[in-house]
């Protein structure tokens, strides 16, 4: 079963932005907290941000330093993940999560790749 589709990944220089999308198809997860990870390959897989099911974000990885936001959309039952000033190490497959129940949920990511 699909759960999530990410979008919005590309290849872009360092210092410039891109906007990823998560659409949520299981309705269950609609309502829940939603949390965008990354992993590069050869690191271990990181939380980037999560955001609660009414859209107040909960958290930042310490990295981001104010360089991304995180919001959703319930209507078009989607996270966004704003991301500015990116850097070379932010370079990673970018995933959308929902922990469900006891069951951790990921989508196949969107990648993302920083570089000159």
């Known amino acids: 079963q699909v759960h999530f589709v990410e979008s919005g990944g590309g290849r872009v220089q360092p210092g410039g932005s891109l906007r990823l999308s998560c659409v949520i198809s299981v309705i269950t997860f609609r309502n829940h907290a939603l949390s965008w990870y990354r992993q590069a390959p050869g690191k271990e897989r990181e939380l980037v941000a999560t955001i609660t099911h009414i859209g107040l974000p909960l958290k930042y990885g310490d990295f981001v330093k104010g360089r991304f936001i995180i919001s959703r959309e319930n209507a078009k039952n989607t996270v966004y993940l704003q991301m500015n000033s990116l850097k070379l190490e932010d370079t990673a497959n970018y995933l959308c999560?929902?922990?469900?129940?006891?069951?951790?949920?990921w989508g196949q990511g969107t990648q993302v790749t920083v570089s000159s």
């Open positions: 999560n929902c922990r469900y129940n006891r069951t951790e949920y």
